[in-house]
């Protein structure tokens, strides 16, 4: 499957099926007719274009995104097709290539796509994390939150990984598109940022090469940095895409790794990606994705505490009660888990407050990247006697314990 694409002066002219081969000849075409033949306004024809997916036209948003910040315009002609025509429109690839002449699209269409969203902050993030997962337990009533937690997981983690690492202008943009049973989701993040080959380079990975860089990334404990990161994302995302027999792809540089199948294959691409697509699917009919993806030892459930209401006031026991979900409205971010561990350190130094009861009611799941930054660090920079003595974790479920468990023992590795 794949389209003919063909640049003539400013415009580009897509003919066919618009399939994964033809993402390259696309930025080709683009880089020649902007950087080559200067052009600052150009044309995507896709008027003959016969089908699109959102894996290959999220990467192709940002890139124009990306463009527009350095005010080089795109105008779009979209499909003669009629159906292809209102799924441009619909998924929002119409308003993100071409603002001036398409609207954005409403929040939900044909009851399975959740359209291309910008983000930039971690607001924003946590906004459209929350919308995504908000809009699946509409469309699948059927489904309870916690059956889709690995996809709940590393749509945190990836979305995450663009505020933490990618240093892109333009933010993330996320997409996501449910299977017609439902079962079966999958998500599309992309930035035009610094590439994961750069990311690695610029930290513990000197000398490596774009296609070693997407190679260890997906491996367990492989950051940038370990004060920073602690490698969990993009190895537990693979995984998690990988045992539900899925694929999952990354595009960085010059590197694109895809798994399917259960092989594996990592090519070395002329024409770069200015940036790093995350794409992959999960079949959440799958039990205990998460779980087996990050390998939690089996522990029991602890039974919540009551609720207490007293923010920042003790009681006459000398015990503060901290509700995480009042602290922060995202819990998938390390921008996010920075505001609760200063706070918690901060609080831990009161010497009236004899304990501090950390509670995670209501938080049905957090990231591995906010356990570290809230809780990991935390203990690191207090002390494990002082973290034990003053800090109590309440109303946690089984999986952010596990999570949270996780990330302190991994975070007390690191030098
Ligand atoms: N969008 C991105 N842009 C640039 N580099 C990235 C991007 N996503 C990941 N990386 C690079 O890949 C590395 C591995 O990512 P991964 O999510 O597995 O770990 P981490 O983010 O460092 O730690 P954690 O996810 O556990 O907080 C990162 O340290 C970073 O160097
Ligand atoms: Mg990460």
Redesign the pocket.
């Known amino acids: 499957m794949t389209a003919e694409i063909l640049r003539d002066g400013n415009t580009i002219n897509v003919r066919g099926d618009f399939g994964f081969a033809d993402l390259s000849s696309m930025l080709a075409a683009i880089h020649s007719a902007t950087e080559k033949a200067k052009y600052t306004d150009i044309t995507l024809d896709f008027e003959h274009c016969t089908s699109a997916f959102a894996r290959d036209m999220i990467p192709l948003c940002a890139q124009i995104l990306q463009k527009r910040r350095q005010h080089i315009y795109a105008h779009l002609n979209l499909p003669n097709e009629p159906k292809l025509k209102r799924l441009f429109e619909k998924s929002n690839w119409a308003h993100l290539i071409d603002p001036r002449r398409n609207d954005p699209a409403p929040p939900d269409f044909y009851n399975t796509h959740i359209p291309a969203t910008q983000y930039h902050s971690t607001d924003e993030q946590s906004k459209i994390v929350n919308q995504i997962v908000e809009n699946i337990l509409g469309i699948v009533p059927e489904m309870q939150r916690a059956d889709f937690q690995a996809f709940e997981w590393a749509i945190n ?2 979305t ?3 505020l ?5 202008d333009i933010g ?1 943009v996320v997409a996501l598109t449910l299977s017609k049973d439902k079962k079966l989701v999958e998500y599309i ?1 992309a ?1 035009a ?8 380079r ?2 513990a ?1 000197k000398g490596i090469q774009d296609v070693q ?1 997407v190679d ?5 404990g ?5 004060k ?10 693979f995984e998690i895409s990988h045992n539900s027999n899925r694929y999952f792809k990354i595009r ?1 540089g010059h590197a694109e790794l895809t798994s399917a199948k259960k092989t594996l294959r990592i090519s070395n691409l002329s024409v770069p990606y200015n ?2 697509l ?1 794409a992959g699917e999960i079949d959440f009919s799958i039990p205990g994705l998460l779980a087996d993806a990050l390998k939690f030892s089996g522990e029991k459930h602890e039974s919540p505490f009551d609720y207490i209401d007293h923010k920042y006031h003790a009681d006459d026991q000398g015990i503060l009660r901290f509700m995480v979900k009042d602290e922060t409205n995202s819990f998938g971010s ?1 921008p996010a888990g920075t505001i609760v561990r200063n706070k918690l350190r901060q609080l831990s130094a009161i010497s009236d407050y004899r304990k501090i009861q950390v509670s995670l009611e209501g938080i049905a799941l957090i ?3 906010f356990a ?2 809230a809780f990991a660090k935390l203990f690191k920079e207090i002390g494990p006697l002082t973290f034990m003595g003053k800090i109590e974790l309440v109303d946690v479920s089984k999986v952010c314990k596990d999570l949270i468990d996780k ?1 302190v023992l ?1 975070r007390m590795k690191v030098d």
């Open positions: 983690e990836v995450d990984n663009v933490t690492h990618s240093f892109s993330g993040v930035d940022g610094i590439g994961i080959g750069n990311s690695l610029s930290g990975y860089a260890l990334a997906i491996k367990e492989v950051t940038r940095d370990k920073v990161g602690q490698g969990n994302g993009l190895f537990g995302s960085s940036g790093c995350i390390r990231s591995s990247s570290d930054e990330a991994q």
